[in-house]
């Protein structure tokens, strides 16, 4: 399957956020599917929704209400049929403890970047972890 045939579902509750990434994607890699969900709670109603297409990636903010990125990031690993989808971090937090966590998991842990070219180069690089 192409990437153009694949899906990155990304959970992040700044909807500017969201847009640079996907307007980024569809530069990247014209095609790529992004589904979007605001915060930890509405990704997991996607993931576990029957009819929804199964992401190739996930790609999650930490800083988010209802259910942070690490509390969500539990819940997927918790789950059999999840588990299996790579994850990304992509924050703008600099919490050691998250950056430790996520680190002890193999999880990369990206920055949000604030140059368009460095979004770029890290739209690029998520495109090679969507298996």
Known sequence: MNLSEKTILYVDDDADD???LWEVMQKIT???KVMFAENGLKALELLDASNQVRPCL?????NMPYLNGRETFERIQ????LKSIPVVILTSGENPVDKSFFANQSIPYYNKP???VDMENLASDLTTLCR
């Open 114 to 116: 604030v140059r368009l």
């Open 58 to 62: 996930i790609v999650l903010d930490l």
């Open 30 to 32: 014209p095609g790529l």
């Open 18 to 20: 969201r847009e640079l």
């Open 78 to 81: 918790a789950n059999l049929h």
